[in-house]
């Protein structure tokens, strides 16, 4: 008898592909690692390993990976989930000399040559002169569907942990017919060849909040706003508001437009 409730163990489902996902092991980071997410997980099986590798190479890597991100992360010194804060790419005009600058883990940069060989040349010159040039890439927004893939996905995977929380089980979702346009989007890139997302800068990233005693930094945070559409019959339309380095991302889960999202958020916040 010991054994009967291992043997009745429902069989889990993936959010994102529907297969079985029982035997996955890994952990789903919600929003990523490498943004300074270290509390906001799924449990092993919500999402298929399958699905979380994807979501690693095919739609997180190309948001990390953009000169966009990465700067953000660098300005804010978030390390990446080997412990390292990515430099920045840049050149030293004078020398001809292609740089890194690193944060420094106790604040302030240092630059360096890259590769190493032509640090010499880059010394030399900056004994030689009082002033120089550095010039940086300008960092472009990284490519719009990708950016609403990357939010879609955070929208179903906050569902998702919200049910978790109050108890229920992921898989209320799993068949949800009103995620399916959203789902299939974020996960296989089909649908609508743009799905919208509205943006806006809410707070500087290095405004520094209070509570208490405690002064912190946000890094990213995020909440589902519902949109009443017909109160009568209980219909929301739902978004996912998400906020990284105090830039706001708002995708209509229900569908690619964001319709009346704005009018109806300039008449709440009156
Ligand atoms: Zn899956």
């Not at 890259?114 to 010499?120: I, T």
């Amino acid at each position: 008898m010991a054994n009967s409730q291992v043997s009745k163990e429902r069989k889990l489902r993936c959010l994102f592909c529907k297969a079985d996902s029982s035997t996955s092991r890994s952990r789903e980071h919600i929003v990523p690692e490498s943004f300074g997410n270290t509390e906001h997980m799924l449990e092993p099986g919500v999402i298929c390993d399958g699905c979380n590798n994807y979501f690693a190479r095919k739609v997180e890597k190309p948001i990390l990976d953009s000169l966009y991100f990465k700067e953000r992360r660098f300005n804010a010194v978030v390390p990446n989930k080997r412990g390292h804060v990515v430099p920045l790419d840049g050149f030293h005009l004078e020398s001809g000399t292609r740089i890194q600058v690193y944060a420094d883990p106790g604040g302030g940069i240092s630059v360096g040559a890259h590769p190493d060989a032509d640090e010499a040349r880059l010394i030399k010159t900056l004994l030689g002169q009082s002033k120089g040039t550095l010039i940086f890439p300008v960092a472009t927004s990284p490519e719009e569907r990708v950016l609403a893939r990357f939010v879609g996905k955070i929208g179903i995977e906050v569902m998702a942990s919200r049910l978790v929380q109050a108890g229920k089980s992921h898989e209320e979702l799993v068949d949800e017919p009103a995620l399916e346009e959203l789902r299939n989007f974020v996960r296989r890139g089909g649908g609508p060849r743009q799905w919208s997302v509205a943006r806006r800068q809410l707070y500087s990233p290095d405004t520094v909040f209070s509570d208490g005693d405690e002064h912190y930094v946000l890094l990213h945070e995020y909440e589902l706003l519902l949109r009443p559409i017909d109160k009568a019959n209980d219909l929301y339309a739902c978004y996912i508001s998400l906020v990284l380095f105090g830039e706001e991302f708002v995708l209509n889960m229900s569908g690619p437009a964001l319709d009346g999202f704005e009018a109806w958020r300039a008449s709440a916040t009156d």
